[in-house]
């Protein structure tokens, strides 16, 4: 594991990880939903598990979500009264998801996250 891993991408597979365990689909399922292979599926937990092994490592309080350890990013939102939430992307793509649904709205924002880092710097 001698790669220096990007903090946003340790961010996105902290969450995908996180998403596999509350869920109760099997791992090449769930690798399918999540547009990932199953090799990176099994590289990013075995990488984060002993990352999280390492001597001396403590998890600060606010880090490990997603845009976390990038201040001026993100911010925090209420989305409390909407029905639906609008994420505009580069080139003018456009995301509604329900606002009710934490959940999707997550899924939403970090594959939108995702998304545009392969395309621009966002």
């Given at each position: 594991?001698?790669?220096?891993?990007?903090?946003?991408?340790?961010?996105?597979?902290?969450?995908?990880?996180?998403?596999?365990?509350?869920?109760?689909?099997?791992?090449?399922?769930?690798?399918?939903?999540?547009?990932?292979?199953?090799?990176?599926?099994?590289?990013?937990?075995?990488?984060?598990?002993?990352?999280?092994?390492?001597?001396?490592?403590?998890?600060?309080?606010?880090?490990?979500?997603?845009?976390?350890?990038?201040?001026?990013?993100?911010?925090?939102?209420?989305?409390?009264?909407?029905?639906?939430?609008?994420?505009?992307?580069?080139?003018?793509?456009?995301?509604?998801?329900?606002?009710?649904?934490?959940?999707v709205l997550r899924t939403a924002i970090l594959t939108g996250h995702e998304a545009c880092r392969e395309v621009?710097?966002?």
């Open positions: 594991m001698g790669r220096k891993q990007s903090s946003g991408a340790v961010a996105v597979w902290q969450e995908r990880l996180a998403r596999f365990e509350r869920g109760n689909l099997t791992v090449s399922k769930f690798c399918r939903r999540e547009g990932v292979s199953t090799a990176s599926f099994y590289q990013w937990r075995k990488r984060l598990e002993q990352r999280d092994r390492e001597p001396g490592r403590v998890e600060q309080a606010g880090r490990g979500a997603a845009g976390a350890d990038m201040p001026g990013r993100f911010l925090p939102v209420n989305v409390a009264g909407l029905n639906v939430v609008e994420i505009e992307l580069p080139d003018h793509i456009k995301i509604r998801v329900p606002a009710t649904n934490a959940e621009a710097p966002c």
